[in-house]
């Protein structure tokens, strides 16, 4: 598959799976973890369809930020293991969870990111140190969290305070992502975003050819829509000349 194939559509289907479009060809669908809850599934649905409008969700960025919602999820909910007890159609998911642990082995090296410069100045920008706290109730040592005043602040630096006070209701690890996914989303359309001391500069020749991307997919979807409904017409004359019949 293209890594720059246009992605049109997603949804969740009834296996808890999200699911990417081509037009009306399946492109891929990736399992959501199963403690996921509806608000954050549609919140993540949200984002993607916000890629589809403005005519940016490719293949492989739909791959990139479901593996930041899958992390995100599971820094929550802990990494979901197969069913031990199933053997013989269980190689190719087990094959799986061992190219899976590589990727999460390589994805902590990168400070819980894909490795991209944005993830990794984020990172930076909003980690504070708060204490770890063991079963026994006492201090053991500190560990890495999001502080949310440093990602509002982002957010408002780059005019999305809204959408960043729209996700309040979000554990602040699922904040950061969303956070992230936006401002990539805001890069990849030539829009200037600014990060503590790192500025990624408007790019107005970029800005250009997702306007013309655009234009060209609302001219094919409304010659779509003029094909669908000619065909419907032409059913419902077919249908009507058989009852005349």
Not at 99 to 128: F, P, R
């Amino acid at each position: 598959m293209n890594k720059n194939t246009r992605i049109t559509r997603v949804a969740v289907n009834k296996d808890n799976e999200v699911v990417a479009y081509s037009g009306r060809t399946k492109i891929e669908a990736y399992l959501i973890h199963s403690k996921a809850t509806k608000q954050e599934i549609a919140e993540f649905i949200k984002s993607l369809e916000g890629e589809i409008k403005q005519d940016t969700l490719t293949f492989d960025l739909f791959g990139e930020l479901f593996d930041d919602f899958d992390d995100a999820l599971s820094e929550d909910y802990g990494y979901e293991d197969a069913d031990s007890e199933d053997s013989e159609d269980d190689e190719e998911e087990k094959k799986s969870m061992c190219i899976n642990a590589d990727y999460k082995a390589k994805y902590a090296q990168n400070n819980d990111s894909c490795g991209d410069e944005l993830a990794n100045v984020l990172h930076e920008v909003v980690t504070v140190q708060v204490p770890k706290i063991g079963k026994d109730g006492k201090q053991r040592g500190t560990k890495d969290s999001c502080c949310d005043k440093a990602m509002e602040k982002i957010a408002k630096d780059n005019g999305i305070l809204d959408r960043f006070h729209s996700w309040g209701n979000l554990n602040i690890g699922h904040i950061r992502m969303v956070l992230r996914n936006t401002l990539f989303a805001m890069i990849n359309r030539g829009e200037k975003v600014v990060v503590g001391k790192k500025v990624w500069k408007e790019n107005k020749k970029l800005q250009q050819e997702v306007a013309e991307r655009k234009k060209k997919s609302a001219k094919k979807f409304a010659d779509l829509k003029k094909k669908s409904a000619k065909k419907d017409n032409k059913v419902k004359k077919n249908k009507k000349s058989k009852k005349a019949a």
